[in-house]
């Protein structure tokens, strides 16, 4: 609260109001009965919006012509042929200075209109909400008039990027540059960029002091071969979760209002328990190969419990070229991928420098929201009935990660394993340790891909999950060590790199890498390994199965996960598939098409059974390949779902909603003719 007022009394002759809940307040300005209802219309809460749009510029110093072009018609017919729930416009960049005329921090020099004015005056008018786009944790400007905020390298060379969360920059800017303008535009909240991926380690002077107040030593490790090396990291992880705590309280405090967010904590990069008072997570996906990217992206998320969604990008650069924009179609895609798991989706665009959107951008988009508000009622926060739980370990990451928060090689592992999975028609949710946990015997099935390492506690309990009935799969030579005493194997040496020949129902196929000799004692084998692709002699296990209580316990000894996502190759697919039928004998729902086809087994929000489909044929998948601008259709699709009852009514959405099906000893049987991108099968 000292922090919060502190800052109020630094804006205070120039802060225009107390609260982003001022925006919603009739505009005087609107003078005709149309208008005034629209401008009197409550922006749609964070918790509940849908569909939004995302602008930034990151103005810098050599700009000359910010807000020049940006025009009330303009925006106004961007907005009135998309109807986003939301916007979030251009505040602050990573370059650390501002698109708007700030009091507190650095105004770009190129500024010749207020753009955010401009942005506020359209939006406020149609009860869209508003949002800036405020880079925190990186902040070129703030380091180059404060060297003392800059994070330092084991080097003893300042950062000229990233600020230092043990630093004043938090309190003596971020915080008041904040406060300033969600109040003096009367925003509905930020969109917090460059923050717990931005972080880095950091040997400044201040951090220093603090790990020796935490730990007594004196001096601090500098690379993983240190013993205290995991300390050193959870220590500064530790540290961004209380800075990112202090700018949230102060600004909440502020303006009570506001809705923020810190982009990508609680994500992926920080699968941890949500210990912030954040309004809702969302983070923007990589702009290549984003399907990809989004299918991993969007499961994790839909497991934490809190409002959020994910941002495609609507652009993306060739090699050696600027950017270019995605046609609708390909926005599409991406959005199904979201929206099927139960998310909100939104879509980032750049304006001109001078902050004129092409038309292009809202020809684009109107299409993309046309596409997404016909599943909104359908897919919008539905939840996921569970089948596989596939684990992302924070104990393993937090490991293996040197950064304080990102997941940067290590996941290829996760998103291996995933590919396979979704490749063989399994609904999968993607959980870490504290999700899942207490959870366990709602899954039939759990995997570990290629994890190295678990709390012990956690460890115990899956094997008291196995033992009570449910189904393990471990993917790979470090998670079959890390349960060797329940494989029904004996383990021969160490995991060494070898070449190896994996026979599989589709075929031979090279797995060559780290594997784990075993030779079984109790376990049945369920796949062998050659050392060359001649199978008639000389196979080791490669594979097996084990009864645990009531469970199983099923084991690839070698690296599976990885060498299906460095190739897709149909008979790793088919491999995986072979060993979850070994355990798995009973899913939910069983489907016959292509592999292109993703599902989701959900319920949606008044509780019906819902089947979402996304056919990922034509992804967009290498840089030498930008854009999509046609998805072929698939199918038919044969489709059985488990159903207790018979339904009342089955009907396929968005769409004429006709389908034919039967209903027998407990199985929906249905067939889907075609599937274009997306669409659902609801049960009623």
């Known amino acids: 609260m000292i922090l919060c007022a502190g800052a109020l009394i630094l804006l205070a002759p120039f802060l ?86 700030s009091a507190v921090g650095s105004p770009s020099p190129g500024i010749v209109k207020d753009a955010l004015a401009i942005w506020r005056k359209v939006t406020h008018d149609r009860g869209i909400g508003l949002y800036v786009h405020y880079s925190g944790v990186w902040d070129n400007r703030a380091i180059e008039l404060h060297p003392e905020w800059a994070r330092i390298g084991p080097d003893g060379q300042a950062d000229r990027r990233h600020t230092s969360v043990f630093s004043e920059y938090a309190e003596k800017l971020m915080i008041p540059q904040l406060v300033e303008v969600l109040s003096k535009y009367r925003l509905d909240g930020a969109w917090v960029d460059g923050e717990c991926w931005a972080a880095q380690l950091d040997w400044s002077p201040s951090a220093l002091a603090a790990w020796k ?30 800075y990112l705590n202090r700018w949230v309280d102060a600004v909440h405090a502020a303006c009570p209002n506001a809705q923020v967010t810190s982009n990508w904590m609680y994500t992926t990069f920080a699968p941890k328990p949500v210990a912030a008072r954040l309004d809702f997570l969302s983070g923007d996906y990589a702009p290549t190969a984003s399907v990809d990217r989004a299918r991993t992206e969007a499961r994790y998320l839909a497991s934490t419990g809190m409002p959020w969604d994910l941002m495609a990008w609507g652009f993306n650069n060739g090699q050696g070229l600027g950017h270019s924009l995605k046609p609708a179609v390909q926005l599409q895609q991406e959005a199904a991928v979201v929206i099927m798991q139960g998310g909100g989706f939104q879509v980032y665009y750049q304006p001109t420098r001078s902050g004129y959107v092409i038309p292009e951008i809202a020809s684009t988009m109107s299409q993309v929201a046309e596409f997404v508000r016909a599943r909104q009622a359908i897919s919008h926060k539905s939840v996921a009935v569970p089948q596989v739980a596939l684990l992302l370990s924070y104990a393993s990451q937090a490991d293996r990660s040197d950064a304080v928060f990102t997941p940067y090689g290590c996941q290829d592992e996760l998103e291996g394993a995933l590919h396979a999975l979704l490749e063989s028609f399994y609904s999968v949710d993607i959980l870490a340790e504290h999700q899942l946990l207490p959870r366990l015997n709602e899954y039939p099935v759990v995997v570990l891909a290629d994890t190295h390492r678990l709390d012990e506690a956690f460890r115990q309990a899956l094997v008291s999950y196995v033992r009570q009935g449910g189904s393990l799969v471990l993917l790979g ?16 040496g160490d995991p060494a790199p070898l070449a190896a020949e994996l026979a599989t129902p589709a075929g031979v196929v090279n797995m060559n890498g780290v594997w784990q000799k075993v030779a079984p004692t109790d376990a049945d084998v369920i796949g062998r390994r050659y050392p060359t692709r001649d199978t008639r002699a000389g196979g080791e296990p490669a594979a097996t199965v084990v009864r645990l209580g009531k469970g199983r316990i099923a084991a690839v000894y070698g690296p599976l996960a990885v060498s299906h996502f460095r190739t897709h190759h149909t008979a790793i697919r088919a491999f995986l598939a072979s060993v979850m039928e070994t355990v798995f004998t009973d899913p939910a729902v069983r489907i016959e098409g292509p592999p292109c086809v993703d599902i989701a087994l959900r319920k949606t929000t008044d509780g019906r059974l819902s089947l979402h489909l996304l056919n990922r044929s034509n992804m967009q998948a290498a840089d030498r390949y930008l854009t999509t601008d046609h998805v072929p259709s698939v199918g038919p699709i044969s489709v059985s779902i488990k159903a207790a009852e018979k339904p009342a009514r089955v009907r396929w959405l968005p769409g004429s909603g006709r389908l034919r099906w039967t209903w027998d000893k407990g199985w929906l049987k249905l067939t889907v003719p075609r599937l274009d991108i997306h669409g659902v099968v609801v049960v009623e």
Not at 44 to 63: C, E, K, Q, T, V
Not at 224 to 237: M, T
């Open 477 to 492: 030579a470090a998670p079959a060590r890390l349960f060797a005493d329940h494989l029904g194997v004996r383990l021969v």
């Open 213 to 242: 107040a935490r730990t007594g030593s004196e001096n601090a490790p500098t690379d993983r071969n240190h013993p205290r090396w995991l300390e050193w990291k959870q220590f500064h992880r530790d540290a961004f979760e209380s």
């Open 16 to 101: 225009q109001a107390a609260s982003p809940a001022d925006a919603t307040r009739e505009n005087p300005r609107v003078s005709s009965p149309s208008e005034r209802s629209r401008a009197m219309l409550e922006p749609i809460p964070r918790r509940d919006a849908f569909f939004g749009m995302h602008f930034d510029l990151h103005p810098s110093a050599g700009d000359t012509s910010l807000g020049a072009d940006a025009d009330e018609d303009n925006i106004a017919n961007l907005l009135d042929r998309v109807k986003p729930d939301y916007v979030q416009y251009d505040c602050k960049g990573h370059a650390g200075y501002c698109g708007y005329p």
